[in-house]
Structure formats: structure tokens, C-alpha cells
């Protein structure tokens, strides 16, 4: 954080780190609130067959509109809320929302028995949360069946203790759902996260999507995780397609399900609902 503010004078950084510090308290006890009153609201973007064009699965993403400073993005809240531990309660949120959402689809669309949900979570919830009982009340709170809820790790939740996150994913995937790596290409990208972890699939970041109608390394580097991922037997989905160059060139490469504004951005709950309806027809 302190690299943002892009000055290097002590006295001045001591000043504005005052200040950040200040806002942030606010903004740590706003988000206190906002999680207790559930001003918080899932949004849903689709994830597409790009072959067929179905929507086979929504990814849940958190949206907090703050009373006063309005939308405020998950790339500022969330690091927040990992750092002040609000993360645990917003990810429990968000999960048992997540699945609410599902479990009312499925009940009023037909067609919708395979539609996955994908929910984000944070390293810090691998490292003091208690995911497979939160998986589990979830699921027995919701009906809806373990292999639906598909969870996002990114390797960051992996590196810090690698042997409980490998219990702690296995006891996940005992209760049904499936896991899917995050952002691949951009963290630490080892190639031992893919064979020490059972994960199902990976998702390439949009930093490689968004440089494959123009970049013939980036399209080079994404044949061969597409590759890696059929001898593993794992699924790919492109993240962050923009254009029909890149969709086209993603096909090309081997990756069967991408997301991207392209598509559709993420949804509010009624707007996904019409997607989800126009998407089964
Ligand atoms: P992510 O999990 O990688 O989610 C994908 C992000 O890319 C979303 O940003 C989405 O709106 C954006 N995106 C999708 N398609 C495109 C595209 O075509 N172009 C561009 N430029 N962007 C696209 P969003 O919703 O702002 O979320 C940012 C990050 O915040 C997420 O990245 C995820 O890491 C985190 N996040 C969001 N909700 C939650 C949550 O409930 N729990 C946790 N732990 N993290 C969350
Ligand atoms: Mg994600
Ligand atoms: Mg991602
Ligand atoms: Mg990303």
C-alpha cells in the first residue's frame, strides 16, 4: 500500500499514512456494519460453454454499496477484510448466499440440475476458518448437492501451509464440490500446486486472455496449459474475454469455458435470473 502513494519522503509518507490509516478504520468499521446488516449483495457472471454457448455456472462476486462513498470495489474491501479477520463472516456470508441463490434456481428452472456456483475464497479463510464445516451447513442449510458449489482458490491460499491446505481440500471434496484455481498464470504458478492439490480446474487470468488476440507468446503459453490441463484431466475457463478475437483464439487453444464482459458482466440476482432463463430456451 504504502508503494501506491508513490512518494518517498518520510515526513510527507508519515502524513498520508495517517490519513489511509484513518480512512481505513472507517471504512473496517463500515464494512463491520455492512456484513452485520447485509448491505452486502452478490452479483453473478455467467461462465459459458464456448462451444455450445450455454451458461454452465455463475461466479458469486461480492459488491458492497457503501451508504456514502457508494460502490466500493472487492479489490479494496476484500484485502480489508482479510486484514481486520471480517473476512471469515463475509465469506461465510457469501457462501451460504451463493448456495441460496442455486437452491432457488434450481427450484423454479427447469434444466438447471448441472448449473454450477462458483465462490471466491480467500487464503486467510484456509488459514483460520474452518471451510469443510462451513461447506457442510451450507449444503444441509441449502439441500442443494455438494457437487454444485464449486470453490476458487488461488495459490497464495496454498503456499503458506501447503500440507493443511491439502487436508483441508480433500476433506472440501469429500462433501461433493469441486475446486478451481484461480488466476492461474499470475501467482506463483508452480507446477506442483496442480499435482499436490485436488483441483478440477483452472481458470487462466485475464492478464494472458487479454493479450491472446495479440500476443503469439501469451497464445503459446495458454496451448500449453490447456494441454496440462487434459493430461491431468482438469477444465479450463478463460477469464476476462472482451472480444470475439479473443473467444475465437481461446476455442482454438483447447479452453472449452470462458467468462468475460464479452458475454455478460457480473449480474445483479433478477438480471442473472433472465440470463439463466434466455440461456436455457
Ligand atoms: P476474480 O475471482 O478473479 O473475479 C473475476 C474478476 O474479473 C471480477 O472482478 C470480474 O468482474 C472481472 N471480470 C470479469 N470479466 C471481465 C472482463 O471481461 N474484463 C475485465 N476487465 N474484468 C472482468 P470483481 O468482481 O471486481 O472482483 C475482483 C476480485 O475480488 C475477484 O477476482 C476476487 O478475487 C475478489 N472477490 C470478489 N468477491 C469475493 C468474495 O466473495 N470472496 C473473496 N474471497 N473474494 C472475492
Ligand atoms: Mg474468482
Ligand atoms: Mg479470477
Ligand atoms: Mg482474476
Redesign the pocket.
Known sequence: RSKNLGRSRTEVFARDTHIVRTGQIQLETDLRKAIENEE?E??Y?PIIDLEQGRTIAF?????WHHPERGFV???DF?PL??ETGL?LP??R???LE?CRQLRAWQSSLAGTKDLFI?????A??FLQDDIPATVAQCLAETGIQGRNLRL?I?ETALVADPDGAAECLHAIKRLGPTLAL??FGTGYSSLNYLNNFPIDCI?I??SF??RVDRDDQSAKIIRIITMLADTLKMSVVA????NSEQHMMMRSLGCRYG?????S??LPQEEATAHLKASLK
Open positions: 452486502l452478490l452479483f457472471q461466479e458469486a462476486l461480492t459488491r470495489s472487492p479489490v476484500i477484510a482479510e473476512i463475509l465469506g456470508w457469501a457462501m451463493s462458483n465462490v471466491n475464497m480467500s486467510v479463510q476458487e488461488t484461480d488466476d481458470k487470468d485475464r486472455v487479454g477469464e476476462g474475454i472482451e467468462q468475460g464482459f464479452l458475454f458482466r457480473p
